[in-house]
């Protein structure tokens, strides 16, 4: 399976979500970079499942237990690995999904890729549980840039039709994206909150599922990082934001908005500022200029479908016996994904401008 990923970073993710642990080997990292392992563990817990009707039963502490790669405390120059324990599996719940592929799920297409030896039990390595790994690697990432001035962070600007108050494209703050990083929902308007909490849990109770959007900033990120055409900031973000499972969606700045503008609406000013610095007065391009930054906050909305695994009956095959069949979800699975893929959203824009700025001139 293709489940490595290198750009001066390499990270390699393995394991499936009912075996006996999942992992990362995180190589290249700078050595003697300070490794904060409680403030690693709060934000790998952002993610793990909540006890408010929103997230899924399945209880995994996701305590990560370091394998190589740090020493007191400090990154060592050599592949940093991790394990995570799967402790909390129910594996009957996906008997028949060999041969009855659940709708919206990698079941049927697994299948087809791995001539039916992938593991389903869960999703196996199709997973959402493939993402705390992806965590652990942006928890990491994220310490080394905030010693450096650079913040990200994260927040749900919406949940089916309930928004949130979106961050300035233009100004925002350490202390903004630390606000909303230290809730237990992370939203900026804690009145939208409550009514995406609701949302999700009437869903819930009617078999259903829902959506939404993960707004994500990057603040700080000096102007020249990237590269033009095919190593740009947007891809390398890109490429890791969907490696989240159930994304479908990646904008920047005014994203698909700016198919409805004309030039001058579109472009961004630039001008000096009190502290001599180039900026721009809007950020339409959010951050990003020709793959490469601007100095301005990298601004970026990613859409996350609704979870696939619902409990109302659905039509599908059996794909062995070539029958129409009905099946019937079991299991323990989130009505609504996108709390937990905030610091998922997080992790990966770290680990892509922490790989572009190993390139940056005295990093």
Known sequence: MSSFWNHNISIS???????????IVIDNLPPGEYIDLEKLRQFMARRTPKKDGTTTLRSEQDLPQIMSGLLNDRTTGVPLCAFIQNTDTH???YSNLSRLPRPGHADYTGAMRYRGFNDVRGGGHFSGRLTAPLVFAGAVCGQILERRGIYT???????????????????????????????????RSDTQGEKMREDIIKARLGQESLGGIVECVAINVPAGVGSPMFDGLENTIASLIFGIPAVKGLEFGAGFQVAEMVGSQDNDPFYIDENGQVKTKTNNHGGILGGISSGMPITLNVAIKPTASIAKPQETVDFRAKTNETLQIQGRHDPC???????????????????????????
């Open 13 to 23: 993710i393995f394991g499936e979500s009912h075996g006996p642990a999942i992992g």
């Open 91 to 93: 594996s009957k719940d």
């Open 337 to 363: 994904i996108v709390p937990r893929a905030v610091p998922c959203v997080e992790a990966a824009v770290n680990l892509a401008l922490l790989s572009h700025m190993m390139e940056y001139p005295n990093f």
């Open 153 to 187: 962070g994260a927040h749900i600007l919406s949940i089916h039709d309930i928004k949130d108050d979106a961050f300035s494209r233009t100004k925002v703050t350490k202390e903004d994206i630390l606000e909303v990083r230290e809730k237990d929902f992370p939203v």
